[in-house]
């Protein structure tokens, strides 16, 4: 008898209470595989954009799975990249569930194998991504250029699950999806300069931008199923010139000073690489002359 890999999925995102478990396996086969789906919660990467309904819903619903035997350098078969969605089960009882495939045709589903296998996934944007393929050095890694235009921007989760067999967490697969990119908030607010400055002395910033900076590089997957960040690696050269954030003159005053202007915000953030930049120069203007300064 195939032993099936079956999604059953329990979604929650970072910061978030909701929470489902795992639906009734619906006269499916009792080896089948069923999938425990979160979302880390990072301190060190960005917000979560995700939520539940996007992942169930959204404008890029669902996530892609690849599986393979533990030193293998080709996928199992019908795990080679599928699209996981959360649908309406055909079985009997109707449940919403995640899965891909045809669940009532076994030759469209995968079977566990007889040694170890790691599962790889990625969520969110596919926009710049090079997805995993067949091969030693790729089997569990993706190439992806970040988008320097704000509004081509999405969020990028990724997942790894290693060393799992039948017998591991009684058959269910967790799949703990992590914030792939960083992101970059800005706020601010005039504390004004050297000696007395009136109530209604006010500064205005037209724009915000970002120079030496990676937009491209690789990630093997795996690392996501360490704590912490996962690790990019390969970063291309960073940009030679200046990538524009914020372009929108925003007037700030001296006597609304108690808090701070949010001018990229949380949860509009400008994403980039991980990654450790190098100080340059830039070019700013202030009361219409040109001045440089560091940046």
């Not at 469209?108 to 030693?136: D, H, K, L, M, R």
């Not at 990724?158 to 060393?163: E, I």
Request: with cysteine.
């Amino acid at each position: 008898m195939k032993k099936l890999i079956y999604i059953c999925g329990a979604l929650a995102l970072a910061g978030c209470s909701d929470r489902f478990e795992p639906a009734a396996q619906n006269g499916k086969q009792p080896d089948a595989i069923s999938f425990n789906v979160y979302n880390a919660k990072q301190t060190n990467t960005r917000a979560a954009l995700q939520t539940v309904d996007s992942l169930k819903n959204g404008t890029n619903p669902g996530f892609k799975l690849w599986g393979y035997e533990v030193g293998a350098s080709i996928y199992i078969t019908n795990l080679g990249g599928e699209m996981v969605t959360w649908r309406l089960d055909p079985q009997p009882g109707n449940n919403y569930e995640w899965e891909y495939g045809d669940p009532t045709n076994s030759a469209t589903q995968a079977a566990w194998p007889s040694v170890p296998a790691n599962f790889v996934a990625i969520a969110g944007t596919t926009q710049g991504v090079t997805e995993p393929a067949a091969g030693a050095s790729t089997i569990s890694t993706l190439q992806y250029t970040v988008p320097t235009i704000a509004t081509s921007q999405e969020d990028l989760l990724v997942a790894a699950t290693l060393n799992q067999t039948k017998s591991s967490n009684q058959g269910r697969v967790d799949l703990n999806f992590k914030h792939a990119l960083s992101a970059i908030a800005v706020s601010a607010k005039f504390l004004g300069g050297e000696g007395t400055v009136a109530g209604d002395t006010a500064v205005t910033i037209k724009s915000i931008s970002l120079i030496n900076f990676n937009t491209s590089g690789s990630l093997d997957i795996t690392t996501a199923a360490a704590a912490g960040v996962p690790t990019w690696t390969g970063q291309g050269t960073p940009t030679s010139g200046e990538v524009t954030i914020f372009n929108s003159s925003t007037v700030l005053k001296k006597a609304d000073n108690a808090s701070y202007t949010p001018l990229v915000t949380p949860v509009d953030p400008y994403m980039i690489l991980p990654q450790t930049t190098v100080k340059g120069t830039s070019v700013y203007e202030a009361t219409g002359a040109q001045v440089s300064g560091a940046t």
